[in-house]
């Protein structure tokens, strides 16, 4: 195992939610920043807007987002993409009308040390499924459509594809009871070997912070849409 593996499996540690971390009008002013953002991308086929938190629209907001990240996790540098200056952006703002795979935001440097991603939820209903497998090679969308496999042209910032997943967990069958409830948007057979640890049922408010190791994805569990702020840590 390389020392970069070693020394982000020092850091880990459970899934944890932080309830009642940002009021209402916190939340609020969320919600304008959004509406305020430059669209990034607008993924037809996913229905997915996705808007680049940058620095600079609300200054407020961000010094209450480092200072309550700090006080959870402790000393961090951002490792989202940069934007068009080179300057950090602070995450990605993303409204989904459709349930995102199965993937893990285990970043695009292998040569940075990963540390934890965090999502706040900015409406109510939805839910985020925390697997106990990891992986460490980069940030990977795992998928047995043999057309998503063939992408290997990525632009900045693109989850490669992999299907690698299901040589690294095993091959037991994923727990049916979870998967009628949660994941009928995903393959059962893209699923396999693979065990939950935190199902994250939505809730304005509350953050969730988890090792960006984690392999996760959304739940079927929506409504119309669903707005969520990610961001992702290095060391």
Same mark, same amino acid.
């Given at each position: 195992m390389n020392e970069k593996i070693k020394e982000i499996k020092k850091l880990e540690s459970a899934p944890k939610v932080i309830k009642n971390l940002y009021s209402k009008e916190e939340i609020e002013e969320?919600? +304008?920043?959004?509406?305020?953002?430059?669209?990034? *991308?607008?993924?037809?086929?996913? $229905?997915?807007?996705?808007?680049?938190?940058?620095?600079?629209? $609300?200054?407020?907001?961000? +010094?209450?987002?480092?200072?309550?990240l700090k006080k959870e996790i402790g000393d961090f540098k951002m490792d989202n993409l940069q934007d068009e200056n080179g300057k950090d952006i602070f995450g990605l703002i993303q409204e989904s009308h459709a349930p995102i795979g199965l993937h893990v935001d285990a970043g695009f440097?292998?040569? &940075?040390?990963?540390?934890?991603?965090?999502?706040?939820?900015?409406?109510?209903?939805?839910?985020? *499924?925390?697997?106990?497998?990891?992986?460490?090679?980069g940030s990977t969308s795992f998928t047995l459509d043999p057309e998503e496999l063939k992408k290997k042209n990525l632009s900045y910032g693109q989850n490669k594809r992999?299907?690698?997943?299901?040589?690294?967990?095993?091959?037991?069958?994923?727990?049916k009871e979870i998967y009628e409830k949660y994941l009928k948007h995903? $393959?059962?057979?893209?699923?396999?070997?693979?065990?939950?640890?935190?199902?994250?049922?939505?809730? *304005?408010?509350?953050?969730?912070?988890?090792?960006?190791?984690?392999?996760?994805?959304?739940?079927?569990? @929506?409504?119309? &849409?669903?707005?969520? @702020?990610?961001?992702?840590?290095k060391k």
């Open positions: 969320f919600l +304008k920043l959004y509406k305020d953002l430059p669209t990034t *991308v607008h993924n037809k086929k996913q $229905n997915v807007i996705k808007k680049r938190w940058l620095q600079g629209y $609300n200054e407020k907001l961000e +010094k209450i987002f480092c200072e309550r440097e292998l040569k &940075n040390q990963i540390y934890k991603q965090s999502l706040i939820p900015l409406s109510p209903v939805g839910s985020t *499924v925390i697997f106990k497998n990891r992986f460490y090679e992999s299907s690698e997943h299901l040589k690294l967990f095993g091959d037991k069958p994923f727990d995903e $393959n059962i057979d893209n699923l396999k070997g693979l065990e939950v640890e935190l199902i994250y049922k939505w809730e *304005v408010g509350s953050m969730l912070i988890f090792d960006r190791t984690h392999l996760h994805c959304s739940s079927s569990v @929506i409504e119309g &849409n669903k707005i969520g @702020i990610a961001t992702f840590t």
